[in-house]
């Protein structure tokens, strides 16, 4: 269970965010909806336990996020958390096996190679496994940025604006492929949207 009590974030001494409870049951689906400049992204931050609330509580499966400190909030992350940020992230260095297998390492857990390429068979892209990611697509790096949010099974994913810049059928398609990976991880979904078009397809919604 996500379940959130009187949080608020200050940015300096002028602006300050309050934002409402949220109480979602396990392996649930829904969609935060607001304005551009509400604090979307904000709030998608203090779930993913990037940044720290001024006041209030987070948790996740009986633990406290904001609790957590150093090492233990980055691989409680790791291990629980799975973030699809709007702009993908990775180390245009590495290929997509190395910048998965990076993120398993980093979360302590094992490697596992057969673990990457089963995520990739699943979203269609087990043919970039030795790409470097800088030669993807826009949609390529989108599925990348999937499998790395999901590669090691997380409780949570959280989704930031995923369809901003897509039509209505690739819009459709993304969401679906979201729910899905979502839905055979056994994970809760939560998507971060201005888009008003993913109104219909989510039970649980909550507005800024």
Request: with cysteine; hydrophobic share 35%.
């Amino acid at each position: 269970m996500l379940k959130t009590q009187h949080i608020s974030y200050s940015y300096g001494n002028d602006t300050t965010l309050s934002f409402p409870d949220i109480n979602i049951p396990d392996k649930s689906q829904g969609l935060i909806l607001g304005k551009s400049g509400c604090g979307k992204t904000t709030l998608l931050h203090l779930l993913g336990g990037l940044l720290k609330p001024k006041t209030g509580t987070i948790e996740l499966n009986l633990t406290t996020l904001n609790s957590l400190k150093g090492s233990a909030i980055d691989k409680f992350r790791g291990q629980e958390i799975g973030i699809i940020f709007q702009t993908p992230h990775f180390i245009d260095s590495l290929s997509v096996k190395e910048n998965l297998l990076l993120a398993q390492s980093l979360a302590g857990n094992k490697k596992n190679i057969e673990s990457i390429k089963s995520i990739l068979r699943e979203l269609n892209i087990s043919d970039k496994l030795n790409t470097n990611t800088k030669e993807l697509s826009q949609g390529q790096k989108q599925r990348v940025s999937i499998a790395r949010a999901l590669i090691n099974s997380p409780q949570l994913i959280l989704a930031d604006e995923p369809t901003s810049a897509l039509d209505d059928e690739n819009c459709t398609a993304v969401i679906n492929l979201l729910k899905e990976q979502a839905e055979k991880s056994d994970a809760t979904l939560l998507v971060v949207t201005h888009d008003n078009r993913l109104s219909n397809l989510f039970d649980i919604k909550i507005t800024l």
